[in-house]
C-alpha cells in the first residue's frame, strides 16, 4: 500500500542554520506531495504542496521539490527562526483520493 | 473565513460515558475524515466521507461511529468511552474530486477519559 516515511525527530538546531526534513513516499501513479505545520496545541496547517514531478512548492522561506525519480520530497529551510519551532507532518494524496502521513519531526530552533 | 469548526476543544468523559465530537465545514468540501493523534505515533485515520450519505472506516474505526447527513457536518460518536481513547482529535475536510487538493485541519477536541 501507499506509505509515507520522514525522518525521526527530534531536531534541534541554532538560529539561522539551514535545515532539512528527509521524507520519502511510496505509492502509484502520481500522488500529490505536501507539508504541513503544526504549532503547539494547534490543528496541522498546509505549508506548502506539489502537484506533479520536479514541481517546487515554496512558503514562508521554506522549499521542498518532487522529486519522482528517487521518491522524496524533502523540506528544507536556508535559515530558521526560533519561530519555525513547530511538527513538521509530510502527506500525500494518491491517484485514489487516500490520504496518508508521515509520523512527523518536531523542530526546536534555540537562540 | 470559518474553515473546519471542531467542538469541543477540551472534554473530560468518565470510562463508559458516551459524547459527540463534532466537526462542521463552510468550504462545501466533498471529503471529510477524523484523525486522532497520539504521542509518536502521528494521524491515524478513524473514518471518513467521501460525500453526504456514504461513510466508510479507516485504520482505526472501533469504538467510534460516524455519519454524514449533510455536506457540511461529519459528527463522531463514542459509543463506550475507554481510557484507550484518550487523545487529540482532528476534522479535516477537501474537495473531492481534484485529487491534487490538501485536506483542511480543525484545531482538534483534547479528549481524556478517566
Known amino acids: 500500500g501507499d506509505s509515507v516515511t520522514q525522518m525521526e525527530g527530534p531536531v534541534t538546531l541554532s538560529e539561522e542554520a539551514f535545515l532539512t526534513i528527509n521524507c520519502t513516499y511510496t505509492?502509484?501513479?502520481?500522488?500529490?506531495l505536501f507539508w504541513y505545520v503544526q504549532y503547539p496545541g494547534e490543528g496541522l496547517q498546509l505549508l506548502l504542496k506539489a502537484t506533479k514531478a520536479d514541481d517546487k512548492g515554496s512558503n514562508k522561506g521554506f522549499e521542498a521539490t518532487y522529486r519522482k525519480e528517487t521518491t522524496s520530497f524533502h523540506l528544507e529551510k536556508g535559515s530558521v527562526q526560533v519561530s519555525d519551532s513547530a511538527v513538521y507532518f509530510c502527506a500525500l494524496r494518491d491517484t485514489g483520493n487516500q490520504f496518508y502521513f508521515g509520523t512527523g519531526t518536531s523542530l526546536t530552533v534555540i537562540p | 473565513n470559518a474553515g473546519v469548526t471542531q467542538t469541543p476543544k477540551f472534554q473530560v468523559l468518565k470510562t463508559g460515558q458516551s459524547m459527540t465530537l463534532q466537526c462542521a465545514q463552510d468550504m462545501n468540501h466533498e471529503y471529510m475524515s477524523w484523525y486522532r493523534q497520539d504521542p509518536g505515533m502521528g494521524l491515524r485515520l478513524i473514518h471518513y466521507?467521501?460525500?453526504?450519505?456514504?461513510?466508510d472506516q479507516g485504520e482505526v474505526p472501533n469504538g467510534y461511529n460516524v455519519s454524514r447527513s449533510t455536506t457540511e457536518d461529519f459528527p463522531l460518536r463514542l459509543l463506550s468511552a475507554a481510557p484507550s481513547q484518550t487523545s487529540v482529535y482532528f476534522c479535516a475536510s477537501s474537495q473531492g474530486q481534484r485529487s491534487n487538493q490538501p485536506q483542511h485541519f480543525g484545531d482538534g477536541t483534547r479528549l481524556s477519559i478517566l
Open positions: 466521507s467521501v460525500g453526504a450519505g456514504i461513510t
Open positions: 505509492a502509484t501513479g502520481y500522488p500529490s
